[in-house]
């Protein structure tokens, strides 16, 4: 039996799984948590977020070692280590590869900050730098957490050493495991908002106007290459030679380990955001879609940023508040399942009460707030109030998939909806909810860890176990929702 390793290094959890080659079967699965978030309490009220960078790292190498010690698989052939993680953030390695600077990761609001003496934000001077037509050639605008915006923050604050170099967790993940250089892949390079998406290599244009240098990045390399080999230093002698890819990152694992037919399917990704995603082999888009490089070649549209189980945990959380404050009944027990239960029971419509999800704004315009429209004096119920956000997810995601077939063009048949994460699996109202609104049920892989299997995937394709993408996408396997 063959094993591919994938390992989803995050920065609240890191998940690493062994999958069967020939079946797609996961025989191993070992998760941890990374207790990595060290930033201040003066720095939370300003909007920092920052990560030990050595507890991610140190997350990995626990898991991955535990995974090759599991008694499934122990012994057997180990094809190679693929790998995936957050993407956006960013930190500051030395020569020797060790963290100057914890993790900053995509959370963080520095970039949002006022430019002293100025009334413009950094991420905003960032965006007129880089020019007019900067969104068409780097397939997303910068945002604050966007390793492009943290580096040109920290290099203006000069707080950017001599000879450091910039780069995601995982590419040091990477280094660290082969003893190589810093690389990093067009999937993961293009989230810092500085690569050309044309070209997948970093943007001149973007690194002149914001004044950094090449040398400052990991170099780019497609992922059906490896990045190297294990040198088992770090892993006790494990995996001592297993070829390891060029990480990738996690929205495109997710889609990867959720999706075996890439070109006729599309992705509902539904954790405490949503992101709906579909393969393109073309460069063209129109925001608020965003263009995002897949693995080796062509590109994802995704809209990201969408509600998803945030928006039902405030409803959750004002429940839970009315229990307190009116009642004295604080508890700790989940109140979700209870919430479901009442939705189920009310009406499609919520008897005409509607909700607009958008409590914490969207992607584009985080000033936008919710709304409840259509309330009576009969319709204001609990069961009414969750079934109207379940309601109003569902028709976000379907205004989220229009958004792309306008840029498509009209599918010429139905595509495959391919659920993922648990606020989909766990939630059968929005499940069908959304099977309504898409006009077909969706299904889910019979595994949950979607990412890391999605980087076994492309390990295989970098270690040659698969010729391709494609024929890799063949180990994911479909049940209904």
């Known amino acids: 039996m063959s094993l591919l390793l994938g390992i989803d290094l995050g920065t609240t959890k890191t998940t690493c799984v062994a999958v069967d080659s020939q079946s797609g079967r996961i025989v191993a699965s070992v998760a941890k948590p990374t207790h990595g978030n060290i930033t201040p309490d003066a720095g939370r009220k300003t909007g920092r977020s920052e990560w030990d960078a050595v507890a991610v790292l140190q997350s990995g190498f626990d898991c991955l070692s535990e995974v090759a010690k599991h008694a499934t698989v122990a012994g057997a052939s180990i094809g190679s280590v693929g790998v995936t993680g957050q993407q956006h953030g960013m930190l500051l390695v030395d020569s020797d590869l060790k963290p100057l600077t914890p993790l900053i990761n995509w959370q963080d609001q ?14 905003e001077e960032a965006r007129n730098r880089c020019g007019a037509d900067s969104l068409s050639r780097l397939g ?26 910039a780069c995601f967790i995982m ?37 002149l106007a914001l004044g950094i240098q090449r040398d400052q990045l990991p170099s780019i390399q497609e992922a059906d ?60 888009f129109t925001p608020p879609v965003e263009l995002r490089p897949f693995p080796v070649q062509g590109n994802l549209l995704s809209n990201v940023g969408l509600t998803g189980g945030w928006s039902f945990q405030v409803v959750e959380n ?16 989940s109140l979700y399942g209870k919430l479901t239960d009442l939705a189920a029971g009310a009406s499609l419509d919520s008897e005409g009460l509607r909700c607009r999800p958008t409590f914490s704004g969207t992607r584009s315009d985080p000033s936008q707030t919710g709304a409840f429209e259509g309330i009576t004096p009969g319709n204001l119920t609990p069961a009414n109030l969750a079934r109207s956000v379940l309601e109003g997810m569902a028709e976000n995601y379907r205004n989220a998939w229009d958004q ?36 077909t049920a969706a299904v889910v892989t019979r595994h949950r860890e979607e990412a890391a299997f999605g980087a076994a995937l492309v390990g295989g394709v970098a270690a040659g176990v698969f010729p391709s993408l494609d024929d890799a996408g063949r180990l994911v396997r479909h049940q209904a929702l």
């Open 110 to 123: 520095r970039g949002n900050e006022l430019i002293p003496g100025r009334n413009m934000s950094w991420v």
């Open 171 to 207: 590419d040091l993940f990477v280094a660290i495991l082969t003893g190589g250089e810093l690389l990093t892949d067009p999937s993961v390079a293009a989230s810092g908002g500085i690569m050309n998406v044309a070209t997948r290599n970093w943007d001149d244009h973007a690194l």
């Open 318 to 333: 004002f429940v839970r508040q009315l229990g307190v404050e009116l009642f004295g009944a604080d508890t700790h027990q």
């Open 140 to 165: 997303c605008r910068l945002n604050s957490g966007f390793l492009g915006t943290t580096l040109f923050w920290l290099n203006e604050q000069n707080l950017v050493p001599n000879g450091s170099r």
């Open 225 to 284: 290459r490896p990045a190297g080999v294990l040198s088992g230093s770090r892993l006790d002698g494990l995996l001592a030679g297993t070829p390891i890819s060029v990480p990738i990152g996690d929205h495109q694992a997710s889609f990867l380990g959720s999706v075996a037919e890439r070109r006729s399917s599309v992705l509902l990704n539904v954790g405490t955001g949503a992101q709906v995603a579909v393969f393109t082999e073309g460069t063209n």
């Open 404 to 439: 792309i077939v306008e840029i498509t063009g009209a599918p010429a048949s139905q595509p495959m909806l391919v659920g993922a994460g648990n606020g989909l699996r766990e939630n059968p109202v929005l499940a069908d909810a959304v099977a309504r609104k898409f006009e």
